[in-house]
C-alpha cells in the first residue's frame, strides 16, 4: 500500500475509507456486513478510516470500534465533534458547539464508544462562531499531552480559522469536499495548506457517486437519501454535470481505468499530501478505488482535467444554502 504523510508526522494509506455511508441513524441494520467491509478495507491494506460522534449520534462510532476490536495497533481513526450532542442521551440539539467543555466531554464519549484509549486523527467538525478557534485549539492541544488525542485536525474550515488554529496547535490535517466537480479550495485553501505544512482530506472525492459515471439523469434516489436535498443532484443539472462525466470516461479508455479511477487519481497527483477520503458499502468499490493507485495520468491528460473547472463548469450548489453556511469559516 501506497503511503502518504499528513502533517509532519502522521502516515497513512493514500486513500482513506469513511463509515458516514454505514449509517447516521440510531440504527444500523446491516451493521454486520458493514464492519465486515471496514475488515475487509483492512485486508486490502487501507489503514486510515474516518467516523464521527454526530452519526447515529455514537452508533457509527460504535461500529468503527466494534470492527476494529483486537486491530487497534493497524488502524488509523479519525473522529470528530464540534455539534451540540446532549453526551447523556444523545440527542443532537441542533447547531454547533465547540466550547470547551463539550470538546472534552465529547472526547471521552468517543473513546468510549471507540473502545479505544487515544483518536489518532481529531477533527473540529465544523468552525464554531461563537467560540474563539484559539480555545478549540487549546483544548486538543491538552487532550494532545494528555494522551488521549495524537493529531488535530479540521474540517471545512477557511483559510482564516486554519491559520488561527495551527498557530496554537499544529494542525495535520483539513478534511473538506475537493473533487473535480468541487474546485473550491484551490484558489485559498490548498495554498494555505502548502504554505503551512497541513494534510488535506477531501471527501466526497467521486461527487457523491456522480463521478463514477453510475448516475443519470434518470436515476431515482430513494427518499431517504440526501442527495434530494442537494442542488447539484436535480435532474436538469445532472444532465448538465454529464459533460464531466463524459470527459472521465474518454481518459479512462485511454488508460483502462474506470471513470472514479481517473477520478481518484486526479486528486492524488495535485499534492502528494492529498489523501482521499471516499464511501463505499461494498468491498468490491474498495478494490476499484485502490485500482487508482495505479493509475498514471499524462501531462496532457491533467491539463484537459485541470480545464475542465472553466471548461465544464458545475451546475447546481454542493448543499442546501443553510448547509453552505456553516462552510469555509
Same mark, same amino acid.
Do not use: C
Given at each position: 500500500m501506497q503511503k502518504r504523510k499528513l502533517g509532519q508526522n502522521l502516515e497513512v494509506s493514500a486513500l482513506s475509507l469513511g463509515a458516514m455511508g454505514y449509517g447516521k441513524s440510531r440504527d444500523i441494520p446491516d451493521r454486520a456486513e458493514m464492519i465486515a467491509v471496514l475488515r475487509g478495507a483492512v485486508d486490502c491494506g487501507i489503514d486510515?478510516?474516518?467516523? =464521527?460522534?454526530?452519526?447515529?449520534?455514537?452508533?457509527?462510532?460504535?461500529?468503527?470500534?466494534?470492527?476494529?476490536? $483486537?486491530?487497534?495497533?493497524?488502524?488509523?481513526?479519525?473522529?470528530?465533534? $464540534?455539534?451540540?450532542?446532549?453526551?447523556?442521551?444523545g440527542v443532537h440539539r441542533g447547531g454547533v458547539n465547540s466550547k470547551?467543555?463539550? @470538546?472534552?466531554?465529547?472526547?471521552? /464519549?468517543?473513546?468510549?464508544? &471507540?473502545?479505544?484509549?487515544?483518536i489518532d486523527l481529531y477533527y473540529q467538525h465544523r468552525v464554531d462562531p461563537d467560540v474563539p478557534m484559539e480555545d478549540v485549539a487549546g483544548v486538543v492541544k491538552e487532550l494532545i499531552h494528555e494522551g488521549k488525542v495524537?493529531?488535530?485536525?479540521?474540517?471545512?474550515? /477557511?483559510?482564516?480559522?486554519?491559520?488561527?488554529?495551527?498557530?496554537?496547535?499544529?494542525?495535520a490535517a483539513l478534511q473538506s469536499e475537493f473533487s473535480l466537480w468541487t474546485r473550491e479550495p484551490e484558489v485559498e485553501v490548498i495554498p494555505t495548506l502548502e504554505e503551512l505544512g497541513i494534510g488535506f482530506v477531501p471527501f466526497s472525492p467521486l461527487g457523491k457517486g456522480f463521478l463514477t459515471g453510475k448516475?443519470?439523469?434518470?436515476?431515482?434516489?430513494?427518499?431517504?437519501?440526501?442527495?434530494?436535498?442537494?442542488?447539484?443532484?436535480?435532474?436538469?443539472?445532472?444532465? =448538465?454535470?454529464?459533460?464531466?462525466?463524459?470527459?472521465?470516461?474518454? @481518459?479512462?479508455?485511454?488508460?483502462?481505468?474506470?471513470? =472514479?479511477?481517473?477520478a481518484l =487519481?486526479?486528486?492524488?497527483?495535485?499534492?502528494?499530501?492529498?489523501?482521499?477520503?471516499?464511501?463505499?458499502?461494498? &468491498?468490491d468499490r474498495v478494490d476499484e478505488n485502490l485500482g487508482a493507485l495505479s493509475v498514471r495520468l499524462s501531462a496532457a491528460d491533467l491539463r484537459?482535467?485541470?480545464?475542465?473547472?472553466?471548461?465544464?463548469?458545475?451546475?447546481g450548489a454542493r448543499y442546501p444554502e443553510d448547509q453552505m453556511r456553516r462552510v469555509g469559516l
Open positions: 486510515f478510516f474516518d467516523t =464521527a460522534e454526530v452519526y447515529g449520534p455514537w452508533t457509527n462510532e460504535e461500529m468503527v470500534g466494534e470492527a476494529f476490536a $483486537g486491530i487497534r495497533d493497524k488502524v488509523i481513526i479519525a473522529t470528530k465533534f $464540534g455539534w451540540d450532542i446532549d453526551q447523556k442521551t470547551p467543555d463539550q @470538546i472534552r466531554q465529547s472526547i471521552e /464519549g468517543s473513546l468510549r464508544h &471507540l473502545g479505544t484509549d487515544y495524537r493529531f488535530f485536525g479540521l474540517s471545512e474550515a /477557511g483559510a482564516g480559522s486554519i491559520r488561527r488554529a495551527h498557530a496554537v496547535q499544529p494542525v448516475i443519470t439523469p434518470d436515476t431515482a434516489f430513494s427518499n431517504l437519501d440526501f442527495r434530494n436535498q442537494i442542488p447539484r443532484f436535480a435532474p436538469e443539472a445532472r444532465a =448538465a454535470n454529464q459533460r464531466l462525466v463524459d470527459l472521465l470516461h474518454r @481518459i479512462g479508455e485511454l488508460h483502462g481505468a474506470t471513470p =472514479a479511477q481517473v =487519481a486526479w486528486l492524488l497527483a495535485q499534492k502528494p499530501w492529498i489523501v482521499p477520503l471516499f464511501g463505499t458499502r461494498k &468491498l484537459e482535467l485541470n480545464a475542465s473547472r472553466e471548461t465544464i463548469p458545475v451546475e
